[in-house]
C-alpha cells in the first residue's frame, strides 16, 4: 500500500507538477524594491478626440459606439517610450476596460489587452480588469519588439487577487508584484 502510496505521488507530481516558472513566489518587501519601476507613457499632441472620434496619425479614425448592447468609449492613454511607435488606447464598457496596442507604423495593427499595461523596456504586464463574473483572472505577459508584440505567456490565478505595483527585476528574469494587501510576489519571465 505504502508504494501505490509513493508512485502515485510521484506520478501526479510529473503529470500536474507546478515548477517555479508556473507559479507566484513571495518575496519579502527588500526584494521588491531593488526591482526597477514601469517606465512611464508620453503623450502624442497629434492624438486627438472631437464627438466620439479618435484620431490617430496614419490610421483611420476609430469612433465610440454609444449603442446599449455594444456600449464602449475609447481614449487615448499613451505612447511606448523609446523606439516603439505604438499607441495605446482605453476601451470602456460597462463592465471593465481592454486597453488596445495600435501599430501606426505597422498598418494600424491592433493587440488586445485585458487590462491596463505595465511596460518594462521590452515587455508588457497586465491583468484581467474585467468585471463580469465569469471573468477568469489571468496576468498576461508581452514581449516587444520594433515590429511586433507577442504574447510570451498567460498565468492564470487561482485565487482572487489584486496587484497594485509592478517591478521588473531583468538579472533573476522576474517580474515582482505587490498586491491590495501588502503582500510581495515574484513571477519569472
Known amino acids: 500500500m505504502k508504494i501505490v502510496t509513493i508512485v502515485t505521488a510521484i506520478l501526479w507530481n510529473c503529470l500536474f507538477g ?44 476609430l469612433r465610440d459606439n454609444k449603442s446599449d448592447e455594444d456600449y464602449y468609449e475609447l481614449s487615448y492613454f499613451g505612447d511606448l517610450n523609446g523606439t516603439f511607435s ?28 485585458m487590462g491596463k499595461p505595465h511596460v518594462f523596456d521590452s515587455y508588457i504586464i ?5 468585471e463580469t463574473t465569469d471573468a477568469k483572472k489571468v496576468i498576461e505577459i508581452w514581449k516587444l519588439s520594433k515590429f ?6 498567460d498565468f492564470k490565478l487561482y485565487q482572487a487577487m489584486s496587484f497594485v505595483d509592478v517591478r521588473i527585476n531583468k538579472e533573476k528574469n522576474a517580474f515582482l508584484l505587490k498586491d491590495n494587501e501588502g503582500r510581495f510576489w515574484k513571477l519569472s519571465l
Open 148 to 153: 511586433q508584440i507577442v504574447k510570451k505567456r
Open 126 to 130: 497586465n491583468f484581467n480588469e474585467s
Open 18 to 61: 507546478v515548477s517555479e516558472v508556473d507559479r507566484l513566489i513571495t518575496i519579502d518587501k527588500s526584494e521588491f524594491d531593488l526591482g526597477k519601476i514601469e517606465l512611464s507613457l508620453k503623450k502624442d499632441a497629434k492624438v486627438y478626440k472631437i464627438n466620439g472620434v479618435l484620431y490617430l496619425p496614419n490610421c483611420k479614425a
Open 86 to 113: 505604438k499607441k495605446i488606447l482605453k476601451k470602456t464598457f460597462y463592465n471593465g476596460d481592454e486597453y488596445i496596442i495600435v501599430d501606426t507604423i505597422n498598418k494600424c495593427k491592433e493587440t488586445t489587452l
